[in-house]
């Protein structure tokens, strides 16, 4: 049988590796990037259903517009306005399938065989899958604990041949946890906007922010029309439910249309009007905050935990919300070989953080996930790891 060349293209090696181990349900897993189960709404999902169906069952059960139920477009742009300070229309809404769906419809509308993405080195692992089904090459460019260094963003742009796209997630990036500076975000959309190269600012964690407003968006500086804006109600209502969206300018939202059309016809329109009905219904800030109370206080139990039994030389900087703590390991450790180790023997999972690097080679970091799990089963995790890597020195 003869497959296309997205298929050779379409490498999941890293991820399969981890998913096979996690299958296993004795393996106590830092890993994944799942928000907590037992913080799901249900019952105040189960109302939001009954008025859908009550009120307009045969529309919500019913094919629907490409770009997504109207009044959910209505309230992503008011509620993106308000939050980011990004001055979005509804015409400027595309409702997606997760923010996934949005990054493989990115390369369907800009990627050629050999084009260039440039990229956070590291960068978010489901982004490289996506870019590389349509046979993209990563560039990384250097990050510091404010962000991407513009200048050797500018230098890459200047340098770099054929480069169609550049992808950042500057709210608790995925792997790093880093938040990009409010003047790294300004100087960003500067940069893409004097090269006419189009960005994209995915930002599915922003709101699981532990103290204080959210900053302004990559979007809210853009001048020139060329940043598309992701956001996701996974983190922060029903990841299952698959309702997220991008804004952008309506000439690019448009292509992305005609794609999404042309792949799955639309979105759930049963999905979308059970957001629409929750957000009638209660107050989604509240259920954030409570998110993040959760959050935080299993984020202090990771840093406790990681001070306690991991060796010397390992370095970790907490971060101020999302999902992921960053650690660096002593050197001589490889992430790799201490990841099979943990798995066989001490049933316990995280990701090595060479998955997460444009160039292979970055082999000493382990992403952990603080979401996924409790309080108790966090410091057992650790525990555990600990005895790994100090095996390991």
């Keep these: 049988m003869r497959y296309s060349k997205r298929v050779e293209w ?3 090696s890293d991820i399969g590796d981890i998913l096979k181990a996690l299958s296993n349900p004795e393996i106590l897993s830092l890993a994944g990037g799942l928000p907590a189960p037992e913080l799901f709404p249900i019952e105040e999902v189960k109302m939001a259903t009954a008025l859908v169906l009550d009120r307009e069952g045969e529309r919500a059960l019913q094919y629907s517009s490409a770009y997504g ?8 742009a008011k509620r993106m306005t308000e939050k980011y300070r990004t001055p979005a229309q509804a015409d400027e809404v595309l409702i997606t399938n997760g923010s996934q769906q949005a990054l493989d419809m990115a390369g369907k509308v800009f990627l050629d065989e050999g084009s260039v993405v440039l990229c956070e080195s ?40 054929d480069v169609r796209l550049v ?50 968006s990559i979007k809210s500086f853009d001048t020139s029309g060329v940043v598309i804006s992701l956001g996701s109600f996974s983190k922060i209502f029903c990841p299952g439910m ?11 939202l448009s292509k992305f249309a005609d794609m999404k059309q042309n792949d799955i016809l639309c979105s759930s329109t049963l999905h979308q009007a059970q957001v629409v009905a929750y957000m009638e219904m209660f107050d989604l800030d509240l259920h954030v905050e ?76 382990m992403r952990l996930n603080f979401s996924g799990v409790g309080e ?15 095996q390991s020195l």
């Design 10 to 12: 379409c490498d999941t």
């Design 69 to 76: 139920d109207p009044r959910l477009r209505e309230i992503v």
């Design 122 to 161: 590291p960068t978010y692992l489901g982004a490289l899958g996506a870019f590389k089904t349509y046979g993209a090459r990563f560039v990384g460019v250097e990050t510091d604990k404010d962000g991407m260094v513009i200048e050797d963003l500018e230098r890459k742009l200047k340098e770099v041949d």
């Design 167 to 216: 992808y950042v997630n500057p709210d608790f990036q995925n792997p790093t946890g880093i938040d990009w500076s409010v003047e790294r975000r300004k100087a960003f959309a500067e940069v893409v906007g004097r090269y006419g190269v189009p960005a994209i600012e995915d930002n599915p964690y922003g709101e699981l922010r532990f103290d204080g407003p959210c900053p302004p």
């Design 242 to 252: 698959r309702v997220a969206w991008m804004i952008a300018e309506p000439e690019i």
């Design 290 to 365: 409570r998110i993040c109370q959760v959050y935080s206080k299993r984020l202090s139990v990771m840093m406790e935990s990681i001070g306690q039994f991991f060796p010397e030389g390992a370095v970790v900087n907490p971060p101020a919300g999302g999902l992921f703590a960053w650690v660096e390991l002593p050197e001589g450790i490889n992430a790799r070989e201490v990841f099979k180790v943990a798995v066989e023997e001490h049933k316990v999972a995280f990701v090595p953080g060479g998955a997460f690097f444009a160039e292979p080679g970055q082999d000493n970091y």
């Design 376 to 390: 108790d089963r966090i410091r057992e995790g650790i525990r555990r790891l600990g005895q790994v890597l100090s």
